[in-house]
């Protein structure tokens, strides 16, 4: 039998070559996402917010009376409400901001809930209250200050490991390629306006993580050749790291990207955005690994003494050796 | 390589086959197959996104513990003066800014007011910090300040209090499994599943049900009440609504002589013998009923006033002394809210009011549909990843997929013997570990392919080819672990489901990708002896 093979052997590309002009797009990009983030900003959900959603079936309905909701839920004073399709044409969710002065009194932030619920259930006998999440200022703001501290606290901790496991360039290149994935990644989410909550920053902790392991899986084979080819200069040294592994990437990130496809099409709608994120992430987090890490320890120049003892350490040894034997 | 000892054989088997027998309970009760009883069955909790339920967190106001404990200072002191020898006068009292401070009119008392004072400010626990600070402006005028330790130790009684009281109220509605932690410094988490009305238990919690029977001050004029202005010894309490109230919003009340309606030993609701409407019965234990017979008694053909959570529900006259220590109360309730207000009265006053500051609800309809839809995702991914394994590396590709089936049974096992809980994140998880599990392998099978292309011997091939890919495959479950254990430590209920199932699916995946799969490639390479890979 034959087997697939998605990388044909003893592939010789030079990806280094483009390293410089790979670079200068990923840094604009990176920049034009901050920007964006910035000027744009992103869609915030209740989790980070405060405020609430609710979520609806019309259960006799083909579509959900999205302009006719609009219309019953903002004459009840509370401002517009956002309407989202999720899953099917009649699912679909309803966000609210925080009523005025709910910073002062929680209760008004239920009160909203009682009377919009209230409402949908005598003009639409067919609705079927999902769920509904309901967060106060307080603890949004919370929930939003946690969730930058684990982002930013995995980004240094993982950092820190690599610096451990490997050399300082090689924590460095790492931690760049992390800033760089999920720069990328909020720029996205404030292009398309994606909702951002908390399961939003669990999928970029989980590509991270995925992003990670692929420039790992790199930087285990650069150090390995650094060792083995202790003449060859960098760029190629590099070109051949990522060409080696590069049939394993591949397999990997497919393999990741399979079942990734089968939750996005067949799972459930409430978990599309963590889901999107991360199938996005997986692009990101590839090519980082083989345009971010890499060519950056040519630039904080990595050589084979980091990891070869030296010659003189290499004689002083065998000179110890012959000294015992 | 080849040479696996029996003993090393038997033991992976064991922790395999362990692991894999836990998950059965959980499997069989999917599948709709009722599990043995004389066997012992964990399961998997399904989190409250899945099963269906309600989160509620609720934040105590810890700034009324501050001022409730000023008060009861206040009136303690006053009692204590008032009951020494000589009585102690004392006037210019306040208990604002955070403190309670007061002059004694005689100086020759100070002395004596000092002893009074000093036992009750030394602190109830074993730090031998005190409650309170003392201090004396001006050689007359008592400054008594709470002290931070003694403030935070009367926050902490009071949520203990709290929570009590909040799981009696939540299992008088009858509610299956209830959830009731303490969070924090002043939060509680309530966790229900499969609730059908989050609202009703909302407003029960919400509910602090402190109740008081206090004398209506007659003297005092309607237009000065009407304006919140109250007879001296008196204080203005508004109605709860304009029934209860007939017409008036407020009424004046005198600020002693009253109880409390805290010593209680039963409340139901019932129906008034007359009217017909719903109202609450109330039980005094023996020592509230004395009190209430002995206000009824004094106070024969005046009104009192019921006041709840600082609100008047009715001031009915005394038409005569009440000694049976039993009492009715009357107000514009529904059979709901006089029930609930029952169930609140059973379970004891809330020392502090209670709010949401956040609640998720999940109707059991989207549970159930998260569920299915996550189970299919989860089969089709699995058959693919399968399928494409098998295409890519052949009979590697079969041990491979023969891990993975291992691996997800064995996060099923451990999931229910570590009583952990599956999310809808979760089930995201789970789908996500099968498609990282394999890379394991893929480090080793590539790295195997390598070795033959440089001329290694089939055995000497996937010696190294285990041995190369072995500080890769370390490194890389390092960080994803380190990933996954933040969000856990930083997540809250669903992210951590989803957390839990990474850092067991990250351990688990080593096991089966690297120790079992060597373990069976070993095997067909001393049964087999084959001289080419297919790879």
């Known amino acids: 039998m034959k087997l697939l093979k998605l990388v044909p052997d003893n592939t010789n590309i030079r990806f280094l070559r483009w390293r410089v002009p790979f670079y200068v797009i990923s840094l604009l990009l990176m920049a034009a996402s901050l920007t964006l983030v910035f000027t744009k900003g992103l869609n915030l959900g209740v989790d980070f917010v405060g405020g609430q959603m609710i979520r609806t079936t019309f259960t006799q309905s083909a579509a959900a009376p999205v302009a006719e909701l609009r219309e019953q839920i903002g004459a009840l004073g509370y401002g517009d409400p956002i309407i989202q399709q999720f899953g099917k044409p009649n699912e679909i969710s309803i966000r609210m901001r925080l009523p005025e002065g709910a910073a002062a009194d929680p209760e008004l932030s239920d009160a909203m809930t009682q009377r919009i619920t209230a409402t949908l259930k005598s003009a639409h006998p067919d609705v079927r209250i999902d769920g509904v999440d309901s967060v106060s200022g307080k603890v949004s703001g919370e929930l939003f200050r946690t969730g930058m501290t684990a982002l930013l606290a995995a980004m240094i901790a993982i950092s820190i490991y690599i610096w451990i496991r490997f050399e300082w360039q090689f924590g460095v290149g790492a931690l760049f390629a992390l800033v760089h994935d999920v720069t990328l990644t909020l720029g996205l989410f404030a292009v398309t306006q994606m909702e951002f909550d908390l399961n939003i920053v669990a999928a970029i902790l989980t590509l991270i993580g995925y992003s990670l392991n692929d420039t790992i899986v790199i930087y285990d084979r650069i150090r390995e050749n650094l060792k083995k080819y202790r003449r060859m200069p960098l760029p190629e040294l590099l070109d051949l790291s990522v060409n080696e592994t590069l049939s394993r990437t591949i397999v990997t990130s497919t393999s990741l990207l399979i079942t990734l496809l089968a939750l996005l099409v067949f799972g459930p709608d409430v978990i599309f955005g963590f889901t999107a994120a991360i199938t996005l992430g997986i692009f990101v987090g590839t090519y980082s690994s083989v345009y971010m890490s890499a060519p950056i320890l040519i630039w904080l120049k990595v050589t084979s003494r980091s990891f070869v003892p030296t010659e003189s350490a290499v004689d002083k040894q065998e000179a110890a050796a012959r000294a015992q034997g | 390589m080849l040479d696996f000892p029996r003993w090393k054989v038997i033991w992976l088997w064991a922790l395999t086959l362990v692991c894999v027998a836990a998950a059965l309970p959980s499997l069989t009760s999917v599948a709709g197959i009722s599990w043995p009883a004389a066997l012992p069955s964990p399961k998997i909790n399904l989190g409250l996104d899945l099963a269906g339920g309600s989160h509620i967190l609720l934040e105590a106001d810890a700034s009324q513990v501050g001022r409730q404990r000023l008060e009861t200072m206040e009136e303690t002191v006053r009692q204590r003066f008032r009951q020494a020898e000589p009585r102690i006068q004392i006037g210019e009292i306040s208990n604002r800014n955070g403190a309670l401070s007061f002059v004694v009119a005689d100086f020759a008392q100070v002395d004596a007011a000092r002893e009074q004072v000093l036992p009750l400010t030394t602190g109830a626990g074993l730090t031998g910090q005190r409650d309170w600070d003392i201090q004396v402006i001006d050689g007359n005028r008592f400054v008594l300040t709470p002290t931070q330790a ?301 070795e033959r292309k440089r001329g290694r011997k089939v055995v000497q091939a996937v010696e190294f080819g285990y041995k190369e890919a072995r500080s890769a495959i370390f490194d890389g479950n390092i960080t994803n672990m380190i990933a996954a254990t933040l969000m856990f430590l930083f997540g809250s209920g669903p992210i951590k489901g989803f957390a839990v199932v990474l850092i067991i699916g990250i351990a688990t995946s080593v096991f089966t990708a690297v120790s079992l799969t060597r373990m069976w490639v070993a095997h067909w390479l001393r049964k087999a002896r084959p001289t080419d890979l297919v790879l």
């Open chain 2, 150 to 450: 003694g403030i935070d130790q009367a926050i902490t009684q009071a949520m203990d209090t709290a929570t009590e009281v909040v799981r009696k109220r939540i299992d008088a509605l009858g509610t299956r499994e209830p959830t009731i932690i303490r969070q924090g410094a002043q939060r509680i988490v309530v966790q229900v599943p499969g609730l059908k009305d989050p609202q009703a238990l909302k407003d029960l919690l919400g509910q602090t049900a402190k109740l008081e029977f206090k004398l209506v001050d007659s003297t005092a004029i309607p237009s000065d009440v009407a304006q919140g202005i109250a007879p001296p010894g008196s204080q203005i309490v508004p109605f709860a609504d304009a029934q209860a109230g007939q017409g008036q919003t407020a009424i004046a009340v005198k600020r002693l002589g009253g109880i409390k309606g805290d010593q209680l030993t039963n409340a139901q609701q019932s129906f008034d013998p007359q009217t017909n409407a719903p109202v609450v019965s109330i039980t005094f234990d023996s020592e509230g009923g004395a009190k209430f017979a002995r206000l009824t008694t004094e106070n024969v053909n005046r009104p009192f006033a019921i006041i709840l959570d600082g609100k008047a529900i009715s001031a009915p006259n005394i038409n005569e002394p009440i000694l049976g220590g039993s009492a009715q109360i009357s107000g514009s309730f529904t059979v709901e809210t006089a029930n609930q207000l029952a169930i609140a009265l059973r379970s004891g006053a809330l020392p502090v009011d209670l709010k949401v500051v956040e609640e998720r609800t999940v109707g059991p309809d989207l549970g159930a549909d998260s569920i299915r839809k996550g189970m299919i995702a989860f089969g089709i991914g699995a058959v693919a990843l399968m399928a494409f394994m098998l295409i890519t590396y052949g009979r590697f590709g079969v041990y491979t997929c023969a891990a993975l089936i291992l691996n997800t049974l064995m996060i099923l096992g451990i999931m229910a013997v570590a009583n952990t809980t599956l999310t809808l994140p979760g089930i995201a998880g789970f789908v996500l570990t099968t498609g990282a599990a394999v890379d394991a392998n893929v480090l080793i099978n590539e790295r195997i392919r390598e």
